[in-house]
C-alpha cells in the first residue's frame, strides 16, 4: 500500500515542478567498494637494504645553553617545557608504528640512541660519522640508520563564532551563535637515512607538516573543553609526522575507492549483489558475458565493471584494456579510470624495482 501510494504522489509532484527529478530517481546506479592497494615509497632506496634502526638526535648536548634556551622556548611559548622532546619521541614511535606495516622492511629502534645529542631546536648538525652508524647498526651491512635530527612544532590556538540555522520553539528557523575553538600544531622535522654498506646518505628530508584539532560549543569555554589538551595535540601531531616520513621510504599498503555500475540490467543488479558479498568471480563472468551485449548502455556499463574486476586481481594491463574499451563506447566515466589505471601502472613499475632486494 505504502508503495502504490507514494509514486503517483511523488510522480504528480514531479511534474508540477514541486521536487527535482533526482530526488524521484536518485543517484544510485553507482556502487562503491574500496581495494587496498600497495603503494611505492617517493624514493626508492638501495636493493640491498633490508631493515631499518631508528634513532632520535633531538636531545640538546648539556653545558652549551641549548636546553636553556629550550626550556626559555616551552616557557615563552606556553607549549610547556620539554614538550618538543618528548613529541620527538613521538614522531619516531610513529615512523616505526609505519614502517611495521610495510612488507618491504623490517624496523627496530637503536639500543644506544641516548648517545646521540643534536641541537634540541631547528638546527641540524653535520651528519654522524660512519663509525658512531656502524655501532649503531652492528656493523650490519644489510641495515639503514633512519635518524630524525632535527624536531621543532609550534602551537596555534584560535576561535570563531559563526552563526548556524536551528528550529526554533515555534518550528521556525532561527540563527544561534556556534563557537568553535582550534588548534593547528605545525611539526617541522629533519630526517636522514644511513647507508652502512655504501657510507652514503642515502636519503635527507626536510619536512613540513600540521595537523589541526577542532571542537564546538555553545560557548567558547565548552568548544575549548572539546579540544584535546596541548601536548596531546603536539604528541599525535608528532605521530602523524614520524608516519609521513614512513611513508616516504617504504612502500605502504593504502585503501583506495572505486566505482562500479549497479544496474543496466537484471543480470547487472545480480552481479551487484555478488560484488557486496565479495564474490568477484562471479559477477566478471556475468559482467564479461554483458560486455558483448546488443544493448550499448549494458555493453560500456559491463565494460567498466570488467576493468574494476581485473583491477581487483590486480591485473592492471587488462584492466586499462577493458577501460580504454569502455571509453570507445562512450562512457563518460572510463576517461577518467584510465588515468588512474595508468597511474597505478606507473606506480606498479615502481614497486617492483623497489621490491627487488626483499628476501
Known sequence: M???TFRPLALVLLLAGFIPAMMIIPACKMGHVSLQVLEPADVTLPAHIQKFILADRTRPEKGNGQQALNILEGIL?????????????DCVEGLRQKLTMTPRFSVTVAALDTALKGTGRRQVKPPLDWNTVARLLGNDTSAALVVLEAFDSNTNLFNEVVQTTQKGPDGTNIQVPEYRAHGKIQVYTVWRTYDLKTRTIADQFTQESQQQFDGAGKTLAEAESRLPSRSDMVTRAGVHAGKEYGHRISPQWVWVSREYYRKGSPEMKQAARLVKYSNWKAAADKWNKLATSSDPKVARRASMNMALAAEQTGDIDL????AERAVELGDRRAPRYVQILQQRKWQNDKLKEQMKGKQ
Open 2 to 4: 505504502k508503495n502504490s
Open 77 to 89: 611559548t606556553g607549549e610547556g617545557i620539554f614538550q618538543d622532546k618528548w613529541a620527538s619521541e
Open 319 to 322: 584492466a586499462l584494456q577493458w
